[in-house]
C-alpha cells in the first residue's frame, strides 16, 4: 500500500519536476538523399504528445502487469500524408516489375506507458488510400515547385479504400553501461501490427549514446520512421546519438497488393524485409530536432534495388 502511494505521488509530480507535460512535432520522410525517385519516397507528419497521469488506472496497469516498474502515462496523436512510386516517375504507362503508384492519408491515435527501462504503445491508425488521399497533387504541386521531374502515373495509383490497423509494441532495456563521457544503452522490442494497411510482426534493437538516458528512455520514438515527440526533462540540453536495425514479416500491404486498374502489372509482396537507422537527437531548452537516415530492403520480390534510402527529420516544440 504505501509503495503504490508512494508511486501515484511521484506520478502526480513528474510533470512538473521531471518533464515537459505536452509537445508538438512536424516531421517528413523523404528520398532525396539517395538522388532517386521511387518505392517510400515522401511523407509528411503532424504530431501532438501529451502526458496523461489519468491513464494510470487499473485497466492499463492490467495490460503491462507482467512490468514491476512503475509507468508514466501520455498520448500521442498524429496526422500524415505517406506515398509510394515506381522508380520511372516519367513513364506514362505502369512498367512491368514495378510496384504501383500508392498515397495514404491517416490519423493514429497512441497510448503509451514508459518508465526509464521499458516503454509501451497501442495505437489505432485509420485512413484512406487512392485518389481521397490526395498523394498524387501533393508530389506533382511539390515537383513543380522545385522543377523536378514530374509524375505522370497517379491515373493508375492503388483505388480508393478506407484502411485500419491495430499496432501493439514493445521495448525493454538490456542494460545500460557507464562510458568514459555519458552513457550508453541496449534495447530490444517487438511490433506486432494487425489490420488491412501493412500487417506484420518485427523484431528490433536499439543502441543509444548520450548523457541522462534513462530520463528520456521511450526508445519506441526512434525506431525506424518513427516520428513521435518525447517528453524530455525542461530547461536540459543535449544530443543522443542512436542506431537501430529491425527485421519483419509483413503478412499484407496495400500499397502493393491492393485494387489498381487492369493495365497495372501485379507485383508479389516480399515478407520477409529489414531495415537498419542511424541518427541524432539534438535539443535545447524546449526545441529540438531528430534527424536520421533509414536504409530498407526491398519489399517487393520483382525489385531490382538491393536497398532504398530515405532521411528522416523531425522538428519539435514542447511546453
Not at 42 to 50: D, H, K, Q
Not at 296 to 317: A, C, N, T
Amino acid at each position: 500500500m504505501r509503495f503504490k502511494l508512494c508511486s501515484i505521488i511521484l506520478l502526480a509530480f513528474s510533470p512538473l519536476s521531471q518533464s515537459f507535460a505536452s509537445g508538438w512535432l512536424f516531421g517528413m520522410h523523404n528520398d532525396v538523399i539517395s538522388d532517386e525517385d521511387g518505392n517510400y519516397t515522401n511523407a509528411v507528419f503532424l504530431n501532438y504528445t501529451s502526458e496523461a497521469p489519468a491513464l494510470n488506472n487499473q485497466f492499463w496497469q492490467t495490460l503491462t502487469a507482467f512490468d514491476p516498474n512503475a509507468l508514466k502515462y501520455a498520448v500521442n496523436y498524429q496526422f500524415g500524408q505517406q506515398m509510394w512510386t515506381p522508380s520511372d516517375i516519367s513513364q506514362t504507362t505502369p512498367q512491368p516489375d514495378e510496384r504501383p503508384y500508392a498515397g495514404l492519408l491517416f490519423g493514429e491515435a497512441s497510448v503509451l506507458g514508459y518508465s526509464t527501462v521499458s516503454s509501451y504503445r497501442l495505437s489505432l491508425l485509420f485512413g484512406a488510400v487512392g485518389e481521397q488521399s490526395r498523394a498524387g497533387d501533393t508530389q506533382k504541386y511539390i515537383h513543380e515547385l522545385i522543377d523536378a521531374t514530374t509524375p505522370q502515373g497517379w491515373d493508375n495509383q492503388v483505388e480508393d479504400e478506407l484502411v485500419y490497423q491495430v499496432t501493439a509494441e514493445a521495448d525493454q532495456l538490456i542494460g545500460r553501461p557507464l562510458m568514459l563521457i555519458g552513457e550508453s544503452d541496449l534495447s530490444v522490442y517487438q511490433r506486432l501490427a494487425v489490420g488491412n494497411y501493412q500487417s506484420e510482426a518485427a523484431f528490433g534493437s536499439t543502441v543509444r549514446w548520450g548523457v541522462d538516458l534513462g530520463a528520456n528512455y521511450n526508445n519506441l520514438s526512434l525506431h525506424p520512421h518513427r516520428l513521435q515527440g518525447m517528453l524530455l526533462a525542461p530547461n536540459s540540453s543535449g544530443i543522443m546519438l542512436y542506431a537501430t536495425a529491425e527485421v519483419r514479416y509483413r503478412f499484407n500491404d496495400i500499397t502493393i497488393e491492393g485494387d489498381t486498374p487492369d493495365v497495372v502489372p501485379e507485383v508479389t509482396l516480399n515478407n520477409l524485409q529489414g531495415t537498419l537507422a542511424a541518427g541524432l537527437l539534438a535539443y535545447y531548452h524546449n526545441v529540438g530536432i531528430k534527424f536520421s537516415v533509414v536504409a530498407m530492403s526491398p519489399d517487393f520480390e520483382e525489385d531490382k534495388h538491393e536497398e532504398y534510402i530515405v532521411g528522416s527529420l523531425g522538428l519539435f516544440w514542447q511546453f
